[in-house]
Each structure stands twice: as structure tokens, then as C-alpha cells.
């Protein structure tokens, strides 16, 4: 009884010593968590970067009122995605719910480029 009671003491001082098996794998862990992080945030500062220069951007654009009642513009990229689902058989309802439009400004979208001769 008291070779086990040694051989436990002997153990539990040897556990001071030994190194932790998942300290590494710890530090690990937290490593990937931050870089995750960062990369995230430069994901979205990109992102700001281009929904800004999408909001600024007014060449090839149709006015648009807006809720205060000023002049607002639809970029060309958005008139290519209506213009897109049109050609897909989409109905202006359903364009104008995915391209947060109103159905109106849809019909002016598609009327523009089937004058343009766009037609398929």
C-alpha cells in the first residue's frame, strides 16, 4: 500500500515537469482564430470599399426616386441582372423582388434594353 501510495506522489510531481500534450494545440487553435478574424474584417472593409463605389458610381444609370423624394440612380450592373432574370423568363414581379426594385422601374429596364435592340 505504501509502494502505490509513493508511485502516486512520485507521478503527481512528475505531471509538474512534463509538458502540457495540448498546450500546442491550444495556441494553435487560437492562432487560426485570429487570423480568421482579420481576414474577416479585411473581407468586409473590401466589401464597404465596393458597395461605396458602387453607390458612387453613376455612369451608364437610369434615375430612380428615392424615399425623400430626390433623384437617385440604378447602376448598370443592377440593369444587367434585370435584364438577365428577363431573358431567364422571369415576371416583373419577381425581378422587381430580387433586385429591390419596383416593378415599374423593372418594365423601364427591360423597355430600355429591348430599344437598344437587345432582344433574344
Same mark, same amino acid.
Given at each position: =500500500? =505504501? ?8 507521478? @503527481?510531481?512528475?505531471? @509538474? @515537469? /512534463?509538458? !502540457?500534450? %495540448?498546450?500546442?494545440?491550444? #495556441?494553435?487553435?487560437?492562432? /487560426? &482564430?485570429?487570423?480568421?478574424?482579420? #481576414?474577416l @474584417? ?12 458602387? /453607390?458612387?458610381?453613376t !455612369? +451608364?444609370?437610369?434615375?430612380?426616386? &428615392?424615399? %425623400?423624394?430626390?433623384?437617385? #440612380? ?5 440593369? +444587367? ?10 415576371d ?9 426594385? &419596383?416593378?415599374?422601374?423593372v #418594365? ?5 434594353? =429591348?430599344?437598344?435592340?437587345q432582344?433574344?
Amino acid at each position: =500500500m =505504501m509502494g502505490l501510495l509513493a508511485f502516486s506522489v512520485v507521478l @503527481f510531481i512528475l505531471s @509538474f @515537469f /512534463l509538458k !502540457d500534450p %495540448y498546450g500546442e494545440l491550444r #495556441e494553435e487553435i487560437d492562432q /487560426l &482564430s485570429i487570423q480568421q478574424v482579420q #481576414e474577416l @474584417f479585411q473581407i468586409k472593409k473590401k466589401v464597404k470599399v465596393l458597395e461605396e463605389e458602387l /453607390l458612387v458610381g453613376t !455612369d +451608364n444609370m437610369i434615375g430612380k426616386e &428615392s424615399a %425623400y423624394g430626390e433623384k437617385r #440612380e440604378i447602376h448598370e450592373i443592377i440593369k +444587367n441582372q434585370v435584364w438577365s432574370l428577363a431573358q431567364q423568363g422571369k415576371d416583373v414581379e419577381q425581378i422587381a423582388a430580387q433586385s429591390s426594385l &419596383s416593378a415599374g422601374e423593372v #418594365e423601364q429596364i427591360i423597355k430600355e434594353f =429591348m430599344e437598344r435592340g437587345q432582344i433574344q
